[in-house]
């Protein structure tokens, strides 16, 4: 069952006909890989326009410094690669990552590709994803946007005349693109599962994890609880928009979870996510540190949330999904 709830205290429902449009595409891309600058793999998740975002018209923006990454206006969905490193032995384990950034920009290196470098060390293959997000226009554009987020999300911004894609990062626009970043978390799963054998992956141990806006994703796709994109397990970090009310499936995988006790987005939802498991008696894990606030990621904060990635590993170790 999903719920929709607050991001940033900030109330908004999901348009359903959107996600309907959007979510049971054919698995089958026909399109073939491509070589990222750090060759690495990319796979586009649909063979042509993704369904529902007909029009669109941005262009994707890289920005930021190697090692502190960004990625803003993306319309076509992907997954980039990383294999397990040739000297650690495969587990045949494979995660799809889902950074976060409010459905307007994701952290793609903070909470993408570090997650999926320091898993590699331990023999699985991860697979970052690159979902659709609201169109937030120019350089100028996108920084005012930011300034006035507050570390949350900004106010609505006028849809420029003519343009088709949702703009801005309020509300209204979170509201319009949330469905089609959700069919992307669904369609990543589809797509890794076909591919799973050139990958050396077992189509049966391919989890989902994500932070913030992909955090909602991630776990949205394992309560949506659909048999053809199911998880094999989950990991929820200081994940967004989620209610504080769940019914866990009745199959539902194992969940970890992680976040910060003075990060007001998902200090209550992620905990009540941990309850519904229990009382399903289903098995989860919860780390909720005192100090880390949101978006803590991969960065150091000389605090013990900083080993947060370690317990992460420790758990699929325990799940016997990690070297």
């Not at 793999?41 to 930021?64: C, H, I, K, N």
């Not at 409010?102 to 293959?125: C, M, P, S």
């Not at 659709?132 to 996108?142: I, M, N, P």
């Not at 397990?233 to 006790?261: E, H, K, M, R």
């Amino acid at each position: 069952m999903r719920i929709l709830a607050l991001f940033a205290m900030i109330s908004f429902a999901a348009t359903m006909s959107l996600a309907q449009n959007a979510s049971a595409p054919t698995a089958d891309t026909q399109v073939p890989p491509t070589a990222t600058d750090e060759g690495h793999q990319v796979l586009r998740l649909y063979p042509g326009v993704a369904p529902g975002s007909e029009g669109w018209t941005q262009t994707e923006v890289d920005y930021g410094n190697p090692g502190n990454r960004g990625v803003r206006n993306v319309v076509i969905p992907s997954v980039t690669v990383y294999l397990p490193d040739a000297s650690t032995p495969s587990t045949g384990v494979g995660v799809i990552i889902a950074p976060g950034g409010g459905f307007r920009f994701e952290q793609w290196d903070n909470e993408g590709t570090h997650i999926a470098e320091y898993l590699q060390k331990h023999g699985v293959a991860s697979f970052v994803l690159k979902y659709r997000l609201t169109d937030t226009g120019t350089d100028q554009a996108f920084a005012e946007m930011n300034a006035q987020a507050h570390g949350a999300i900004p106010p609505d911004s006028p849809q420029p005349p003519g343009d088709v894609a949702p703009y801005g990062g309020g509300p209204n626009a979170v509201r319009k693109v949330e469905p089609l970043s959700l069919a992307d978390g669904h369609q990543a799963m589809r797509v890794v599962k076909q591919h799973a054998a050139e990958w050396h992956v077992d189509p049966q141990k391919i989890g989902i994890m994500g932070f913030s806006a992909g955090g909602y994703i991630a776990d949205t796709v394992m309560l949506d609880d659909k048999p053809d994109t199911r998880p094999a397990f989950v990991g929820s970090v200081y994940a967004c928009c989620l209610a504080t009310s769940f019914n866990a499936p009745s199959d539902a995988p194992p969940l970890f979870i992680a976040s910060a006790q003075n990060d007001p987005i998902s200090n209550k939802s992620g905990p009540a996510l941990f309850v519904a498991y229990t009382a399903a008696h289903k098995p989860a894990e919860i780390h909720v540190y005192m100090e880390g606030g949101h978006g803590f990621g991969t960065r150091t904060h000389n605090l013990p949330v900083d080993t947060w990635l370690d317990r992460f590993a420790d758990w699929l170790r325990s799940q016997k999904l990690a070297n």
